[in-house]
Structure formats: C-alpha cells, structure tokens
C-alpha cells in the first residue's frame, strides 16, 4: 500500500520533532534507533504525537512491543527465540522482520525498526 506524501510528512513531523533530527534524516528506509538515535522513552513520545496527527488509537505495546522482548517465554539468553518471532510477526505485520530473524538480539531490535515499518502501521490504523 502507497503512503500519502500528506501523511509521510505528518510521520516525519512527528519524528523530527520527537527525535530532535532534521527533516531529510527522516528516509523511508531509516532506522529509529541505530540512524535517528531513539532511545526508549522517545517511543512514548512517537506514539504520542502520531495519535494526535493522526486522530488514532495506538494501545501500549501495539507499535513497539516491549512486552515480548522482555518476556522469559520469548526471550532465551538475549535473544528471541522461536515463539518470540512468531509473536513478533504476528503482531507486527507492519515490519520487516527477516533481518532480525538472522540474529534476534534483544539488544538489536530496535535497529530494525525503519521509517517504513512506521508508514505502514499508520496506513493499516486508518484503513482499518
């Protein structure tokens, strides 16, 4: 699905603002963490702000699921196991999960979250 160039900008509105970056940092293919230097309470503030630009509902732990990666039942040694991809693809359709699934680190999860991952979970809210 296409994202609108009007709601590209309302998603980099928000993650310049949020993340302190400038706007042509903001690329489709840029990564939250390792590119634009967010940090854990940062996603608070992304959800935030895209809830008050996009007039949605983003229930904790929808968009960023911190409650699997610190869940022993998905979690062995540091990194996500079997059942923890599984979860993870199933509720985040939205994310490209495959480089991740090479080496599931806990500790690299957030590099795989990209701009794009953020497009699609906003465009799948409104069209749902």
């Known amino acids: 699905m296409a994202l609108s160039e009007e709601n590209f900008g309302k998603i980099q509105e928000a993650l310049t603002e949020a993340l302190g970056v400038d706007d042509d940092e903001v690329t489709p293919e840029a990564t939250l963490v390792g590119d634009l ?24 732990g929808e968009l960023f699921p911190e409650d699997i990666l610190g869940n022993s039942d998905y979690v062995t040694d540091g990194k996500v196991n079997e059942t923890g991809l599984e979860e993870l693809r199933k509720r985040m359709p939205f994310a490209n999960l495959d480089q991740f699934a090479a080496n599931p680190l806990v500790s690299e999860f957030g590099n795989t979250l990209t701009v794009q991952a953020m497009c699609n979970f906003v465009e799948g809210k409104l069209s749902s």
């Open 37 to 60: 230097g967010a940090e854990s309470i940062d996603f608070l503030d992304i959800v935030f702000r895209l809830e008050k630009a996009f007039d949605i509902q983003i229930p904790r």
